[in-house]
């Protein structure tokens, strides 16, 4: 396993580019971008990032989910043809800044009474994404997430029987605020975990740096070493829940020595 943090750690502290020298410049090894608007989505961009990205070895790349993601799905031909240029513009910018996984929100499930999702038809067009994002040498990750498709155990299950090549992404985070324990979405993306999101949670439940709270790391990483995992893993926290930028350098090396001593 490697550690690293994603530059949407930083975000509204410092742009994208300027979040890739903040990282090196600390000694962290690997990231994940978070593009987050249109512009972000260039061949431009995407060389910008690559001349800053230094040893950083970038994990990853994440998009704004709520952009275009749900239209790829969507039955409007218009918006579906424009969703996949994005996700095309995207993908290309992710292969020069050298991304080789794509953090997937899907959907959203923003309406109270959303239905259960049709794994064959959901397959099919995570089939359609995932060659779209192989094309560009790309591997397509679903992430699990409170209020998008993946918000329950099970869900990866099912969709990987019609999508064999599609990947997982555990958020710590994200599950707890599911209402479901994490380990139920190890043992669902078991085999088929790319990369993590970690952060920690202190006493009254508000996120920190890992080392800062009560999550229990060594069990954690116990946990996805047994479920296959030797991928990256990357602290995933909002700007305002640390202080100084050297606490995120602390908090890998918090975690390199949990990594350490599981062997």
Not at 130 to 158: D, M, R, S, T
Not at 168 to 175: F, Y
Request: hydrophobic fraction near 40%.
């Amino acid at each position: 396993m490697i550690t690293g943090v994603s530059t949407a750690s930083l975000f509204l502290r410092e742009l994208n580019e300027d979040a890739l020298t903040v990282l090196g410049g600390l000694g962290v090894r690997s990231t994940e971008i978070f593009l987050t608007t249109f512009s972000e989505y260039t061949e431009e961009f995407a060389r910008l990032l690559l001349s800053r990205r230094g040893n950083l070895q970038i994990n990853s790349v994440h998009l704004l989910n709520t952009q275009f993601e749900p239209q790829l799905f969507g039955a409007h031909p218009r918006a579906r043809a424009d969703a996949y240029k994005i996700l095309d513009g995207a993908m290309r910018s992710a292969q020069i800044f050298g991304a080789r996984r794509y953090t997937f929100h899907a959907t959203t499930r923003l309406k109270r009474n959303a239905s259960p999702p049709d794994y064959v038809k959901a397959g099919e067009n995570f089939c359609e994404i995932a060659a779209h994002c192989a094309a560009f040498g790309v591997q397509l990750c679903l992430e699990n997430v409170h209020w998008a498709l993946y918000n329950e155990p099970g869900i990866f299950k099912n969709l990987k029987k019609y999508c064999p090549q599609l990947m997982g992404v555990l958020d710590v985070k994200q599950a707890r605020l599911s209402c479901y324990p994490y380990q139920m979405y190890i043992k669902d993306m078991e085999g088929s975990i790319s990369h993590v999101h970690l952060s920690d949670v202190d006493e009254r439940g508000r996120i920190c740096l890992p080392g800062k709270g009560i999550f229990c790391f060594e069990e954690c990483f116990r946990r996805l070493k047994d479920a296959g995992f030797d991928g990256a893993a990357l602290i995933e926290v909002y700007a305002g829940d640390y202080g100084e930028y050297a606490e995120l350098k602390q908090a890998c090396d918090y975690l390199d020595e949990i990594i350490y001593k599981i062997g």
